[in-house]
């Protein structure tokens, strides 16, 4: 069936610094992709999306591109804030489907 | 604003009890979902609805109910039956066209139920 893996965390960086989470899937047909930020005590609010091969998605200095060739949609971002510190979820919604897979999520600390 | 809501943010249980958490959104959305959050897992998907008086089990149904008499409620039941209930449950709805699921679920804040 379809799967989500991302790396394991927690994900500790300083203020400033480069951050990539990754996030490979496994699908059949053409699955759209999505990242997810949780903060603490919240729901999830969507990050970025990526319906086709070879599209990158951005919102609030995060990007990811979606590789069908490797399978997958790391999340980066060039200079991190404290503000950033929250749980990734990488996820996909395969062709005509409903339901949406969500991977087991990354946390991210940025100290100051 | 449109959004979604969830109530009560926190619930108590005493073994044995059902509890009836509450979903309404004012999207205007088709499709509503609930996901079940333990930690350092991601989300299961407990039951969801495409229209309103339909709704489709998910990955892990058992111990749940749901009903969808309306279009902007999505209530959920955890009922004595399901064995593990202390959890993170979180309501979801979405934008269709015609049957297609147009992406990015838009979520209420959460309900964390404890049983005691």
């Known amino acids: 069936g379809d799967s989500v893996t991302q790396m394991e965390g927690p994900v500790t960086l300083s203020e400033e610094a480069f951050l990539t989470i990754n996030c490979t899937y496994t699908?059949?047909?053409?699955?759209?992709l999505f990242w997810y930020v949780q903060y603490p005590g919240e729901g999830l609010q969507l990050l970025l999306k990526a319906t086709k091969a070879d599209d990158k998605g951005s919102n609030k200095g995060f990007e990811a591109t979606y590789r069908k060739e490797t399978t997958s949609f790391h999340l980066e971002k060039g200079s991190v804030q404290v503000s950033d510190s929250a749980v990734y979820f990488c996820a996909l919604l395969n062709t005509g489907g409903f339901k949406t897979i969500f991977g087991a999520g990354t946390r991210l600390f940025v100290k100051a | 604003d449109g959004g979604i809501t969830q109530s009560p943010k926190y619930l108590f249980r005493k073994e044995g009890q059902n509890v009836t958490l509450s979903c309404e959104q004012n999207l205007n959305h088709d499709a509503m979902y609930w996901y079940r959050q333990d930690p350092g897992q991601g989300l299961r998907l407990i039951y969801y609805s495409q229209i309103v008086n339909d709704f489709q089990k998910g990955d892990i149904a058992e111990g749940y109910s749901v009903s969808r008499e309306k279009k902007e409620s999505f209530p959920l039941t955890v009922t004595s039956a399901q064995k593990n209930p202390t959890a993170f449950y979180l309501c979801a709805s979405s934008s269709t066209s015609g049957k297609k699921y147009t992406g990015g679920l838009f979520f209420g804040e959460g309900s964390r139920l404890t049983v005691l």
């Open positions: 699908a059949t047909g053409y699955p759209s």
